[in-house]
């Protein structure tokens, strides 16, 4: 990891999210492994000490190994529940929104 973030210029974010580098990782992940490693995502990754690059990796896998745990405890059945509650949600706010008088 050191190697590879030697040679960008770029903030950490941006490598984390880097598909080409780390499969797997969204904005979600990306933000709670760098809240977990106490590194700003504005960070150049060449410029991150050593010791907080040992704080990446363990927030790394500390975060993929709990969003895993989570995963595996979800059936199919109660993630289509909350995705179609979520999705009701959302369309009722856009409606009310739409419907609000104008002042």
Known sequence: MRKRLAKTK????????????MRGV?????????WH??????S????IPEAKLKDLVKAIK???EDAEKISLNQTPTSLT???????I??????????????S
């Open 44 to 47: 150049v990754s060449s410029k």
């Open 10 to 21: 770029t903030n950490i974010k941006t490598v984390l999210l880097d598909q080409k580098i």
């Open 89 to 102: 949600f959302t369309i009722q706010r856009k409606n009310t929104a739409q419907q609000a008088p104008r």
């Open 81 to 87: 529940v909350k995705f179609v509650i979520s999705w």
């Open 62 to 64: 500390s975060v993929l």
């Open 26 to 34: 969204g904005n979600a992940y990306a933000d709670e492994i760098l």
């Open 37 to 42: 490693a106490r590194i700003s995502p504005f």
